[in-house]
Nanobody, 121 residues
C-alpha cells in the first residue's frame, strides 16, 4: 500500500491542525494504521494507532486527550486531529500501515513520506 501524508503546517501553541494520509494500492481497510512523529535530533516515536474497523484506538500518553485518530475506509484515508497543540508537538508526522494496530514502529510494513507540523510558542 502506498501512503501519502498531507496537511502539515505552522500553527500557534493552543491551536489545532488536522493531518491526513491517503492510501492507494492494496486494500486500505485490511490494515491497522498508525501515526508516528520524529522531532529534530530525536528518535521516531509512536503517536496514535487505530485498528482496521476503527473500533479501537491507542494513544501515546503525551497526546491523549488532545489528539484523535480516525479513518474513513470508503475514502482510503487516515486522519489525525490535533488540538491544544504544544511546541513539543513540533515534528515530522508519518503515517504507517501494519497487519494489526500496534504501538511498535518495527511492526509497520508501509510508511508515508511525512508531513511537517510546526507549533510556535
Amino acid at each position: 500500500v502506498q501512503l501519502q501524508a498531507s496537511g502539515g503546517g505552522l500553527v500557534q501553541a493552543g491551536g489545532s491542525l488536522s493531518v491526513s494520509c491517503a492510501a492507494s494500492g492494496r486494500t486500505f481497510s485490511r490494515y491497522g494504521m498508525g501515526w508516528f512523529r520524529q522531532a529534530p535530533g530525536k528518535e521516531r516515536e509512536f503517536v496514535a494507532a487505530i485498528n482496521w474497523t476503527g473500533s479501537s484506538t491507542y494513544y501515546a500518553d503525551s497526546v491523549k486527550g488532545r489528539f484523535t485518530i480516525s479513518r474513513d475506509n470508503a475514502k482510503n484515508t487516515l486522519y489525525l486531529q490535533m488540538n491544544n497543540l504544544k511546541p513539543e508537538d513540533t515534528a515530522v508526522y508519518y503515517c504507517a500501515a501494519a497487519r494489526a494496530a500496534t504501538t511498535d514502529a518495527y511492526l509497520y510494513d508501509y510508511w508515508g513520506q511525512g508531513t511537517l507540523v510546526t507549533v510556535s510558542s
